[in-house]
């Protein structure tokens, strides 16, 4: 059998064939491996990833300063006060260590050698990783009073190690500076400034004491910031809810646990808002998906919180009790923890693993929120109105479900009426379309390919889900279609694995209107299905502004310099319309401009950083008017010209 197999097929497979990748070359090849991305969430990571081993100084007690500086020519480079790196020859290798350090993979000192105790650039492959990528790294490292530099392009030693003078011994750290490559980041190397900010902000927060300096010099004038706070993890809190602009219940309770392998902070606030902000952090690094500390955090909270309503009398026996949605409406909370040998799941560190830590956060969590409700009782009754508020209206919700579906079932499948569907039912080939209107609907259902496109009228304004709870969505006739249409439930009904389409993509007016219609849209999905975003699956289509034609030329321009350029080309006697709606386009135009995947335009929306994402739906969205006009005054000059 194996004889006639090989006689078949005819790609051989040989000794030769499999390949040894040598010093940083599989870096360079299978980047996403390293960095999750060649995006520009992959680009700022390179960011991340150096100021990360400044981070693990600060934590070792040898840092309290860094310094991020954005420079004109596109570099980037980051500054610490910390020991340095050993100025030696590494005995594994016969390098000099700093050379090992920014050259092989896996190399560093926090594996277990007693230079760290904590320490989130567990892997080895921060520095190494950040000069594989970058077109060229430039290193200044004083350490003991001596300073050495090394210049690396592309991952290769182009300057060699050298001793270059002395200072004085209190002059120590680290200096790196990089250059992205663009040949690996093709999308972009361009640095967001804000998003940078962010991140150290968040760092600044959970390293009380330390002090990070941030400088862009890219720009006309110097953009500057200065990051410092002594309050840690509660500062944190009260900057979370700061920037939601809302009304914050009761203090910020904090508690804090260690012992000789780790430690925990947990701090918390409630507002006067329906959604939940938690964010967790291992060794520093932003679990985004959560585990096990994030696990022991959310099963504490919600048991302590229905034993105190218990033991109070304000459950009674014969009620539910309160589900974690229920406790966590409208709370505020960071939970940080630091521990030697942290186990991340992928190289990312998006999600800790340490079972252990379940069981020391729930400890923590338990003793001192229970010891401040005994010590609070106004402040518990208070949480805890809250949670038992946000408890009937999930049951208000879960009955307004059961009557859509039960309505759903008589209408045929659960479907909406409106819904023109598609043949194909494998949701990783089908997309469906939010159409604004009747009339564009209309004009899609006759454009689309209807073998993979589907498409959803939407009827009635779309609600603001940010003023809103859970029962209030399912009631209203704008989102109740469009949640029966995907398939997968909201809220703690939501399972992916139930979506009908791969793509959602969100079809407006270009025009403020359009624009309201899509951020109304954008809310929900962050708000009740954020997985969809985070997973790729939701889309802006970008329909053309102006139709230019000369008689049986025609081109469709989405700018005004776009319609300009087209104007020049051809020549005179040229028409330009301005499209007021997509329902003055007919169906074979809609398919040519919007529709048609070979020449369509579609914008896939990206949670790039969580914390901006919160603060500008909450700013947008919110019931503060005056943070809103702030946002518009001061974005303005970003928004596309409309000419309306």
């Known amino acids: 059998m194996a004889e006639e197999i090989k006689k078949t097929d005819s790609r051989e497979y040989e000794d030769g064939q499999i390949q040894v990748l040598k010093g940083l070359e599989a870096v360079r090849i299978r980047p996403g491996m390293y960095i999750g991305t060649t995006s520009t969430r992959g680009l700022h990571h390179l960011i991340y990833e150096i100021v990360d081993n400044s981070i693990d100084e600060a934590m070792a007690g040898a840092c309290d300063k860094i310094e991020v500086t954005f420079h004109a020519d596109g570099s980037v480079s980051v500054q610490d006060n910390g020991r340095g790196v050993p100025s030696g020859i590494n005995e594994d290798t016969g390098m000099p260590t700093l050379e090992v350090v920014f050259t092989v993979l896996h190399a560093g000192g926090k594996f277990g050698g007693g230079g760290y105790k904590f320490s989130g650039g567990l892997h ?44 004085d011994k209190s002059q120590h750290g680290l200096y790196v500076r990089f250059m992205p490559d663009p040949e690996i980041f093709r999308e972009s190397t361009v640095f967001d400034y804000t998003t940078i900010l962010n991140r150290m902000r968040e760092q600044a927060f959970l390293n009380a004491g330390i002090r990070i300096e941030l400088a862009d010099y890219r720009g006309d004038e110097p953009v500057k910031d200065s990051l410092y706070y002594e ?98 409406e409208g709370l505020c909370a960071v939970v940080s923890v630091k521990l030697q040998e942290a186990q991340f799941e992928g190289q990312t560190k998006a999600k800790l693993g340490n079972s252990e830590m379940r069981t020391f956060v729930g400890n923590l969590v338990s003793s001192k929120l229970n010891e401040y409700f005994e010590e609070n009782p106004a402040a518990a009754r208070m949480i805890i109105d809250k949670a038992c508020a946000a408890s009937r209206a999930r049951e208000a919700a879960r009955k307004a479900r059961e009557l859509t579906r039960r309505k759903g079932a008589l209408d045929g499948a659960g479907l909406p009426g409106k819904l023109s569907d598609c043949y194909e039912r494998n949701a990783d080939l089908s997309e469906l379309y939010l159409v604004e209107g009747n009339s564009a609907g209309g004009s899609a259902k006759e454009g689309r390919d ?80 954020p997985e969809l975003i985070k997973q790729g699956h939701i889309y802006l289509a970008k329909p053309p502004l102006f139709k230019v034609f000369k008689g049986k030329q025609v081109r469709y321009a989405f700018s005004d310099q776009e319609r300009d350029m087209y104007i020049a080309e051809l020549g005179s006697n040229v028409t330009a319309n301005r499209y007021k709606g997509l329902g003055e386009m007919n169906p074979e135009q809609l398919w040519e401009t919007t529709m048609d995947p070979e020449t369509r335009t579609l914008l896939r929306v990206e949670i790039e950083d969580a914390m901006a994402c919160d603060e500008i739906f909450s700013i947008l969205m919110g019931d503060k008017v005056e943070p809103r006009r702030d946002f518009i005054e001061k974005n303005a000059r970003y928004a596309v010209n409309l000419d309306i």
């Open 124 to 167: 080895g492959v921060g520095a190494s990783v950040v000069n594989a990528l970058s077109l060229w790294t430039e290193v200044e490292n004083r350490h003991d009073g001596q300073v050495y530099t090394e210049r690396f392009e592309r991952g290769n030693v182009a300057r060699p190690f050298a001793h270059v003078g002395s200072c």
């Open 450 to 529: 209807s073998r993979f496109q589907a498409i959803l009228p939407m009827r009635g304004k779309v609600l603001n889900v940010e003023k809103s709870r859970l029962d209030k969505v399912y009631a209203t006739q704008s989102l109740t279609p469009i949640i029966q249409a995907l398939g997968c439930g909201i809220g703690e009904d939501f399972d992916i694995s139930k979506l009908r389409y791969g793509k959602i993509i969100i079809m407006a007016d270009a025009d403020v209107d359009g624009s309201h219609i899509q951020i109304l849209l954008l809310t929900f999905f962050y708000r009740y299905m």
């Open 231 to 328: 309050g840690g993890v509660k500062s944190f809190v009260e900057h979370l809810n700061a920037i939601k602009h809302c009304e914050v219940l009761g203090d910020i309770i904090y508690m804090r646990s260690e012992k000789e392998n780790c430690s925990a902070e947990v701090a918390i606030q409630y507002n006067d808002t329906y959604q939940e902000t938690l964010m967790t952090f291992a060794n520093n690094i932003n679990t985004i998906e959560g585990g096990t500390h994030e696990e022991g955090f959310k099963t504490v909270l919600t048991r302590v919180i229905n034993d105190y309503a218990r033991k109070k009398n304000i459950l009674k026996e014969s009620d539910k009790p309160l589900s974690g949605d229920d406790v966590r």
